[in-house]
């Protein structure tokens, strides 16, 4: 099994200012690599898959990148919304879609 | 719009059993890949199991192969998951989310085991 690992835990950030998620594969996912976002309460959202292609509907700002082992996604300029909890999860092995253990984003 | 709801949850004794259903619109139900992901209190997301928009292939996470069993109706736009001798560690919200890289999800739904 594919073992997902992000980093940090938690990251502090002011709103306006960049943020930068890191998630690593234990072995090579290809691009197939997806990111969701999850609000308190609330079902998780997808924002990007294909390790760089954003989901219908989300903001420029969310970027992803990476391909093989490493990966980054980043929020060029935090706006109040997007504190929340980031997921990141590989589909290249399948089964289990396993995900990272997540990173919380809060306000600085 | 693509919507799923979940429904079926609810409070059930250690060794029970529960049918989570997943009722599907806005989409042709019938041309994707399903799953069921869960979260339990204050933790991360796992992935449960997964069927084929035909029902021809079958997958299960290892902690609940041979109790939970996945199955569709696509006629009736409907996922189900029917859960039996459940744990308290199944304790969770269950998600019904589509296609490989569940690019839509369910509300979710409540499952409290008690031990």
């Known amino acids: 099994e594919i073992v997902m690992t992000q980093s940090p835990a938690t990251l502090s950030v002011s709103p306006g200012e960049r943020a930068t998620l890191s998630c690593r594969a234990s072995q090579s996912v290809s691009n197939n690599l997806a990111w969701y976002q999850q609000k308190p309460g609330q079902a998780p959202r997808l924002l990007i898959n294909g390790a760089s292609t954003r989901a219908t509907g989300i903001p420029a700002r969310f970027s992803g990148s990476g391909s093989g082992t490493e990966f980054t996604l980043t929020i060029s300029s935090l706006q109040s919304e997007d504190f929340a909890v980031y997921y990141c999860q590989q589909y290249n092995n399948w089964p289990p879609g396993t995900f990272g253990q997540g990173t919380k984003v809060e306000i600085k | 719009e693509v919507q799923l709801v979940e429904s079926g949850g609810g409070l059930v004794q250690s060794g029970g059993s529960l049918r989570l259903s997943c009722a599907a619109s806005g989409f042709t139900f019938s041309s994707y890949s399903m799953n069921w992901v869960r979260q339990a209190p204050g933790k991360g997301l796992e992935w449960v199991s997964y069927?084929?928009?035909?029902?021809?292939?079958?997958y299960y996470a290892d902690s609940v192969k041979g109790r939970f069993t996945i199955f569709r109706d696509n006629g009736k736009n409907s996922l189900f998951l029917q859960m039996n001798s459940l744990r308290a560690e199944d304790t969770a919200v269950y998600y019904c989310?589509?296609?490989?890289?569940?690019?839509?999800w369910g509300q979710g739904t409540l499952v409290t085991v008690s031990s």
């Open positions: 069927i084929s928009s035909s029902s021809s292939t079958i």
């Open positions: 989310a589509r296609d490989r890289d569940f690019d839509n």
